[in-house]
């Protein structure tokens, strides 16, 4: 079974993923993974993804391999289907941060092994399994949600998971860079309800959890110009936030002044600290459950 977007698993499966994450963020005593290891081929950059695995890999008994694209013959133009048999003759899991969603697809067909989405331009699902986390500790199982922002790879994955777990999700971003189709479409098989809209302050009116990305993700740095114009008014600040309890979430890394202010970032309503802790014990969850 492989990993590339959350409703890869089941309502139930999720619930079993986000249980064992709690069990193990309670006592990680045990070593669920001894001899098991895990290969993980960036070809982007990233802090929290790359150590919240290494480091989770270690706890659980096991131990993680660093695959930066250039490093490897995936570089030099050796086939994603070959890297993806190589791998698994030597570990138990790939985890992979691709530029381009269908390199994971490609990794997954040709993989014996789980293949665990590390973020792709379609997609981040274990960020979700962190947010979902964050959501339910801080707020609870009935919070609403808002998406303020770009309709990226991070808000897709988000709404999909929101929805899954039951929260009504309220996604306010400029038209031009709104949640594909097919992200709602997917949303509408689960409890939570999903609206979309491009008022921010229509977003956040009623939300428990008001979560924000940067505005120009990577591979997007064509656009910058345009994405800062447009996405200007979804800026999260505390004009926006006035006369509502909202927590704040941000997966990072956050470009301040952009898409949230530094007051917010590291304010009373931020969770982002916790939610970047929660990767780690997400992400364990899901590998103590697919390897
Ligand atoms: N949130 C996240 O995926 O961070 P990194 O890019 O640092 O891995
Ligand atoms: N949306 C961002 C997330 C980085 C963790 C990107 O894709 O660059």
């Given at each position: 079974m492989h990993f590339l977007t959350v409703d890869d698993l089941t309502p139930t499966e999720l619930d079993s993923v986000l249980t064992s994450a709690r069990d193990l963020k309670g006592d990680?005593?045990?070593?669920?993974?001894?001899?098991r290891s895990l290969a993980m081929l960036f070809e982007k950059a990233s802090t929290r993804t790359r150590v919240s695995f290494e480091v989770g890999m270690t706890k659980l008994g096991g131990h993680a391999v660093f695959l930066g694209k250039e490093d490897i013959q995936l570089g030099r133009g050796e086939p994603v289907k070959d890297t993806a048999r190589a791998l698994a003759c030597y570990a138990d899991a790939v985890m992979a941060r691709v530029d381009d969603h269908e390199t994971l697809e490609t990794l997954a067909a040709y993989s014996s092994i789980p293949v665990v989405n590390g973020l792709s331009d379609e997609a981040h699902p274990v960020q979700t399994l962190a947010d979902l986390l964050t959501v339910e500790e801080v707020v609870g199982d009935d919070a609403s949600v808002a998406w303020v922002g770009d309709g990226n790879n991070v808000a897709a994955s988000f709404t999909v998971g929101a929805a899954m777990r039951g929260h009504d999700v309220t996604v306010a971003t400029p038209a031009e860079y709104a949640l594909d189709d097919g992200v709602f479409d997917r949303a509408s098989d689960y409890p939570g309800t999903v609206t979309a809209t491009t008022d921010p302050e229509e977003a956040v009116a009623g939300a428990d959890v008001v979560y924000t990305d940067v505005w120009v993700s990577m591979g997007d740095e064509d656009e910058r110009e345009q994405r800062l114009d447009a996405l200007q008014p979804y800026q999260v600040n505390e004009e926006l936030l006035a006369g509502t309890d909202a927590k704040v979430m941000h997966c990072l890394p956050a470009h301040r002044g952009e898409e949230i202010t530094e007051d917010v970032l590291e304010?009373?309503?931020?969770?982002v600290w916790r939610q970047a802790e929660n990767r780690m014990h997400g992400q364990n969850g899901l590998l103590v459950q697919l390897v």
């Open positions: 990680y005593a045990g070593t669920p993974l001894a001899d304010g009373e309503r931020s969770l």
